[in-house]
């Protein structure tokens, strides 16, 4: 009796107890949420153009915010190092179209997969050899990211926004937008579409499947280094930062592996829920650091329900 | 030349279907056997054993265990690490409360706890298929690790968290602790992995072979026929978790010695799949090449700047070979993405019909 009451009575009389508190925790998740869906979209622009599973996102975030950290410490000024992150990212996504992709065109899934893991691999040596493997700070104000924070009083209690969340927030928001916008209203981001939707007429109609795999791998560098500011500024860079992409995963379950609606939803919920589950649940009940599996748990348990997500493309088979 | 089969005459069915279809091939496993059983071990020196023949002779079982699953029944699991650490647990388990138990025994044991988690994380396959099943795989692998770490009655309420393996000795000789022999340990091993892989070789072979060969190429169309999807599909979990159990139970107790959770991390289920992958999915053999390519690889790296007369910081070596290997990685899949095994088969084809090219 004590223990269920622990489960379903308690941490709901704390919520409402505490509703500023409350509130907190979900402005916290929201803030990790939307990372997550931002790698999470990074994944799901390439799953959808080319059928691959790109395990390689996460390292291409860390990738990312080093090589702008160590770019702005051999003297460049911080918006030029910005940009020169961005031909680095180009750089990366032609070369892994050249080498990678176009011998391995047509290959089962799971060597592709296997493929973007040896890309992991590859530039986790690369990123520790150029720049070190120790922390490094990530240039925040130099970039002009305000900080400090904004406190509101809710219900009369005390609720605490970093500068910085907000930021990236608002700033996630744009990105999001711009790419929706990208992909709805532009030819690159029709043909990106097309692509998804069946290889073979898009090839027919002239589509360049080279071209649109090296812009898919691009906009997903670029939404890597959005995703590398904002969290090594909240946390530093290193490559502990990798593990993010181990929480993208189970927001692709939630949201479906095709959906940029899925991402971005089951990226937030991810984030929210997670949070809440530690702090109510968690903690005082099983010891803490739950959120290592939370998610995939959360997102196994829909998965049961709807086999391609909640937002993914109805799986059709025949024999 | 060497693979000339002129004179080797089938005169039934049952001899055309036969594990050795070629007698070559037969003489060649009986060389390699021979350099398993006498030759390597008695000129190995301690850094051999250590570094590679117990490492492939481990990996070599983990990654039967995972081709079962993924390469066999095509049910892809990132989820490895966490299973081998299961076994490895169990048997830390078993040891401590039954101290008298013979480490045989234990070890082959501890597979059946792993085998009965692997079902209850397999469960979820019968509704999910592709990358959303490897993904559901990861909750097993991020769920156990850490209830490795917060179940303190798992590693016995030591303040350190970690497991010490104790001296154990098998018929008088010490096979697991501080005072165990290398050349025991290879021997405990050696039994154990030949064992499974005889049995493992037949399965394949069989009848639930077949069915897991079906299930894989297309499950509907093996439902269709009257396959037992359910059956199937766990029974592959089953299987492939035990043996995976096994391994990660003489993973700590034969060759770490010790074990933190975060031993058994993502990194340890990846570098099981690159064997499997890179040995070929779906062959037995190839198990044993990746396995010995990913052991031997890091070994020849961290040697060839000393040789050469490169003097590189240790830390950068380290770095440099992570990037290595990522590297080829890649090549092979390029390469030959059906892995080593494939590789062999076409080599192996050639000599069949040499000196014709066709």
Same mark, same amino acid.
């Given at each position: 009796?004590?223990?269920?009451?622990?489960?379903?009575?308690?941490?709901?009389?704390?919520?409402?107890?505490?509703?500023?508190?409350?509130?907190?925790?979900?402005?916290?998740?929201?803030?990790?949420?939307?990372?997550?869906?931002?790698?999470?979209?990074?994944?799901?622009?390439?799953?959808?153009?080319?059928?691959?599973?790109?395990?390689?996102?996460?390292?291409?975030?860390?990738?990312?915010?080093?090589?702008?950290?160590?770019?702005?410490?051999?003297?460049?000024?911080?918006?030029?190092?910005?940009?020169?992150?961005?031909?680095?990212?180009?750089?990366?996504?032609?070369?892994?179209?050249?080498?990678?992709?176009?011998?391995?065109?047509?290959?089962?899934?799971?060597?592709?997969?296997?493929?973007?893991?040896?890309?992991?691999?590859?530039?986790?040596?690369?990123?520790?050899?150029?720049?070190?493997?120790?922390?490094?700070?990530?240039?925040?104000?130099?970039?002009?990211?305000?900080?400090?924070?904004?406190?509101?009083?809710?219900?009369?209690?005390?609720?605490?926004?970093?500068?910085?969340?907000?930021?990236?927030?608002?700033?996630?928001?744009?990105?999001?937008?711009?790419?929706?916008?990208?992909?709805?209203?532009?030819?690159?981001?029709?043909?990106?579409?097309?692509?998804?939707?069946?290889?073979?007429?898009?090839?027919?109609?002239?589509?360049?499947?080279?071209?649109?795999?090296?812009?898919?791998?691009?906009?997903?560098?670029?939404?890597?280094?959005?995703?590398?500011?904002?969290?090594?500024?909240?946390?530093?860079?290193?490559?502990?930062?990798?593990?993010?992409?181990?929480?993208?995963?189970?927001?692709?379950?939630?949201?479906?592996?095709?959906?940029?609606?899925?991402?971005?939803?089951?990226?937030?919920?991810?984030?929210?829920?997670?949070?809440?589950?530690?702090?109510?649940?968690?903690?005082?009940?099983?010891?803490?650091?739950?959120?290592?599996?939370?998610?995939?748990?959360?997102?196994?348990?829909?998965?049961?329900?709807?086999?391609?997500?909640?937002?993914?493309?109805?799986?059709?088979?025949?024999? | 030349?060497?693979?000339?089969?002129?004179?080797?005459?089938?005169?039934?069915?049952?001899?055309?279907?036969?594990?050795?279809?070629?007698?070559?091939?037969?003489?060649?496993?009986?060389?390699?056997? %021979? +350099?398993?059983?006498?030759? =390597?071990?008695? @000129?190995? *020196?301690?850094? /051999?054993?250590?570094?590679?023949?117990? $490492?492939? !002779?481990?990996?070599?079982?983990?990654?039967?265990?995972?081709?079962?699953?993924?390469?066999?029944?095509?049910?892809?699991?990132?989820?490895?690490?966490?299973?081998?650490?299961?076994?490895?647990?169990?048997?830390?388990?078993?040891?401590?409360?039954?101290?008298?138990?013979? %480490? +045989?025994?234990?070890?082959? =044991?501890?597979? @059946?706890? *792993?085998?009965? /988690?692997?079902?209850?994380?397999?469960? $979820?396959? !019968?509704?999910?298929?592709?990358?959303?099943?490897?993904?559901?795989?990861?909750?097993?692998?991020?769920?156990?690790?850490?209830?490795?770490?917060?179940?303190?009655?798992?590693?016995?309420?030591?303040?350190?968290?970690?497991?010490?393996?104790?001296?154990?000795?098998?018929?008088?000789?010490?096979?697991?602790?501080?005072?165990? @022999?290398?050349?025991?340990?290879?021997?405990?091993?050696?039994?154990?992995?030949? !064992?499974?892989?005889?049995?493992?070789?037949?399965?394949?072979?069989?009848?639930?072979?077949?069915?897991?060969?079906?299930?894989?190429?297309?499950?509907?169309?093996?439902?269709?026929?009257?396959?037992?999807?359910?059956?199937?599909?766990?029974?592959?979990?089953?299987?492939?978790?035990?043996?995976?159990?096994?391994?990660?139970?003489?993973?700590?107790?034969?060759?770490?010695?010790?074990?933190?959770?975060?031993?058994?991390?993502?990194?340890?289920?990846?570098?099981?799949?690159?064997?499997?992958?890179?040995?070929?999915?779906?062959?037995?053999?190839?198990?044993?090449?990746?396995?010995?390519?990913?052991?031997?690889?890091?070994?020849?790296?961290?040697?060839?700047?000393?040789?050469?007369?490169?003097?590189?910081?240790?830390?950068?070596?380290?770095?440099?070979?992570?990037?290595?290997?990522?590297?080829?990685?890649?090549?092979?899949?390029?390469?030959?993405?059906?892995?080593?095994?494939?590789?062999?088969?076409?080599?192996?084809?050639?000599?069949?019909?040499?000196?014709?090219?066709?």
């Amino acid at each position: 009796m004590e223990m269920l009451s622990k489960i379903f009575v308690e941490p709901f009389a704390d919520m409402v107890a505490a509703p500023d508190f409350l509130m907190q925790v979900i402005w916290e998740g929201l803030v990790s949420g939307v990372l997550y869906a931002l790698i999470a979209l990074g994944f799901v622009l390439i799953f959808r153009s080319s059928r691959i599973f790109n395990f390689a996102q996460g390292i291409m975030v860390v990738f990312a915010a080093l090589t702008l950290v160590g770019l702005h410490a051999m003297g460049i000024p911080a918006w030029v190092s910005v940009a020169l992150t961005l031909v680095v990212m180009f750089i990366i996504a032609v070369a892994i179209e050249r080498i990678v992709l176009r011998p391995l065109v047509g290959q089962p899934d799971i060597i592709l997969f296997m493929a973007t893991i040896g890309i992991t691999l590859f530039l986790v040596g690369t990123g520790e050899t150029i720049f070190g493997g120790e922390n490094k700070v990530m240039i925040t104000s130099e970039l002009g990211i305000p900080t400090g924070d904004v406190v509101l009083e809710p219900f009369g209690g005390f609720l605490l926004l970093q500068h910085l969340d907000i930021t990236v927030v608002i700033s996630a928001a744009l990105l999001v937008c711009a790419l929706l916008v990208f992909l709805g209203k532009t030819q690159m981001g029709r043909a990106i579409r097309a692509l998804g939707d069946d290889h073979q007429a898009a090839l027919s109609v002239g589509i360049s499947l080279q071209t649109i795999w090296v812009l898919v791998w691009f906009v997903s560098g670029i939404i890597a280094l959005v995703t590398g500011i904002a969290w090594g500024a909240r946390a530093g860079v290193s490559f502990a930062l990798e593990i993010i992409a181990f929480k993208a995963l189970p927001v692709l379950m939630l949201g479906g592996l095709e959906s940029i609606t899925g991402a971005i939803i089951g990226g937030l919920a991810i984030g929210v829920l997670e949070k809440m589950f530690e702090i109510y649940w968690g903690q005082p009940l099983l010891g803490g650091n739950t959120e290592v599996w939370f998610a995939y748990v959360l997102a196994l348990g829909v998965l049961l329900f709807r086999p391609q997500g909640l937002f993914g493309e109805k799986i059709i088979e025949r024999v | 030349m060497l693979y000339r089969i002129a004179g080797q005459f089938k005169t039934s069915y049952q001899k055309d279907q036969a594990l050795f279809p070629v007698q070559q091939d037969a003489w060649l496993l009986g060389i390699i056997l %021979l +350099f398993a059983w006498l030759i =390597l071990p008695l @000129t190995a *020196s301690e850094f /051999v054993f250590q570094t590679l023949l117990i $490492p492939v !002779l481990i990996y070599a079982l983990a990654a039967t265990g995972l081709n079962i699953l993924t390469g066999y029944a095509g049910q892809l699991s990132l989820g490895t690490g966490a299973f081998m650490g299961v076994g490895a647990y169990a048997c830390y388990k078993m040891v401590t409360i039954f101290p008298d138990l013979n %480490l +045989f025994i234990a070890v082959l =044991l501890s597979g @059946t706890f *792993s085998a009965m /988690v692997g079902v209850a994380f397999g469960l $979820p396959s !019968l509704r999910i298929k592709g990358f959303y099943l490897a993904i559901a795989t990861l909750a097993a692998q991020f769920f156990l690790i850490w209830l490795f770490e917060k179940w303190a009655w798992l590693y016995n309420y030591n303040a350190s968290g970690a497991i010490q393996v104790p001296n154990l000795d098998v018929f008088g000789i010490a096979v697991a602790g501080p005072l165990a @022999t290398s050349m025991a340990q290879y021997y405990f091993i050696l039994i154990v992995v030949t !064992l499974i892989t005889v049995l493992v070789i037949n399965l394949t072979r069989g009848n639930q072979g077949r069915i897991w060969k079906a299930t894989r190429d297309m499950d509907i169309a093996a439902e269709l026929i009257g396959i037992n999807l359910l059956k199937s599909k766990l029974m592959a979990f089953a299987v492939s978790s035990y043996i995976v159990g096994v391994a990660g139970a003489m993973f700590v107790f034969l060759w770490r010695g010790a074990a933190e959770p975060n031993l058994f991390d993502i990194e340890l289920s990846f570098r099981v799949l690159f064997i499997a992958i890179i040995g070929g999915l779906g062959s037995i053999l190839g198990n044993w090449l990746g396995a010995i390519l990913i052991v031997a690889l890091p070994v020849i790296l961290n040697t060839v700047p000393g040789v050469v007369g490169l003097e590189i910081k240790s830390a950068t070596v380290e770095h440099i070979n992570v990037m290595i290997i990522g590297a080829l990685i890649i090549f092979f899949l390029i390469v030959e993405p059906h892995g080593l095994a494939r590789l062999w088969a076409l080599i192996r084809e050639k000599l069949l019909i040499w000196p014709f090219p066709h």
